[in-house]
């Protein structure tokens, strides 16, 4: 089965930092693409984040200029540097991928596997 852990979250004040970092195990895809999601507390499941099997990235309109995310493919893991963090950025963060080469925030039924989540919070 494929997993998907998700680890890095905690509290930290408005204009801090933090670095997510989501590990894939089971996969027999040697190219996917992944994504970070997040859910506030009353409202729905958003985009952050994705990126392609080559590398290529793309952000919700929040996310850049704070956010980057990166793979380390031979390593199997997902990471999500996020900086100068605000109150709204409040939510749980999952991970998710897909066997496909390219995915899209926009379209998260693609994604075929999902984290159980990390919680960021800022105050």
């Known amino acids: 089965d494929v997993q998907l852990a998700e680890s890095g979250g905690g509290s930290v004040q408005a204009g801090g930092s933090l670095k997510l970092s989501c590990t894939l195990s089971?996969?027999?895809?040697?190219?996917?693409?992944m994504g970070w999601f997040r859910q506030a507390p009353r409202k729905e499941r958003e985009g952050v984040a994705d990126?392609?099997?080559?590398?290529?990235?793309s952000y919700e309109d929040s996310a850049k200029g704070r956010f980057t995310i990166s793979k380390d493919d031979d390593k199997d893991i997902l990471f999500l540097d996020m900086n100068d963090l605000t109150p709204e950025d409040t939510a749980m963060y999952y991970c998710?991928?897909?066997?496909?080469?390219?995915?899209?925030?926009?379209?998260?039924?693609?994604?075929?596997?999902w984290g159980q989540g990390t919680q960021v919070t800022v105050s």
């Open positions: 998710a991928a897909d066997g496909a080469d390219f995915c899209w925030i926009g379209f998260p039924n693609q994604f075929a596997y």
């Open positions: 089971g996969t027999t895809h040697t190219r996917r693409c």
């Open positions: 990126i392609d099997a080559d590398g290529t990235a």
